[in-house]
């Protein structure tokens, strides 16, 4: 049984940081890709960033480059540090995880419920 358990979310003004968790209960989660995904109401869920099996690869949307660091540790668990949030960066994150290093959601095999994150102006 799979699941995918986000954490850290919440309300914080512009150019303000926040520090995403997911735990993971994947018996092989070194062999799993591990994904942030960003859904805005009423839009689309997008890529945000991505870090391969070994966390020597990380990937990210040009939108969040030299802003958000993604990370993983052998406890199982994916972060996300948010530096310098614009309102723009608001939605629910989701964390997934994927064999195979892509950038799109209709290639992760499994989801988290998602944590609400919502940056003022």
């Known amino acids: 049984q799979v699941q995918l358990v986000e954490s850290g979310g919440g309300l914080v003004q512009a150019g303000g940081s926040l520090k995403l968790s997911c735990a993971a209960s994947?018996?092989?989660?070194?062999?799993?890709?591990m994904g942030w995904f960003r859904q805005a109401p009423t839009k689309e869920r997008v890529f945000v960033a991505a870090?391969?099996?070994?966390?020597?690869?990380t990937y990210y949307a040009d939108s969040v480059k030299g802003r958000f660091t993604i990370s993983r540790d052998k406890a199982k668990n994916t972060y996300l540090q948010m530096n310098s949030l614009k309102p723009e960066d608001t939605g629910v994150y989701y964390c997934?995880?994927?064999?195979?290093?892509?950038?799109?959601?209709?290639?992760?095999?499994?989801w988290g419920q998602g944590t609400q994150v919502t940056v003022s102006s």
């Open positions: 994947i018996r092989t989660f070194s062999t799993y890709v």
């Open positions: 997934a995880a994927s064999r195979n290093l892509r950038t799109f959601p209709q290639s992760y095999d499994y």
């Open positions: 870090i391969g099996w070994s966390a020597g690869s």
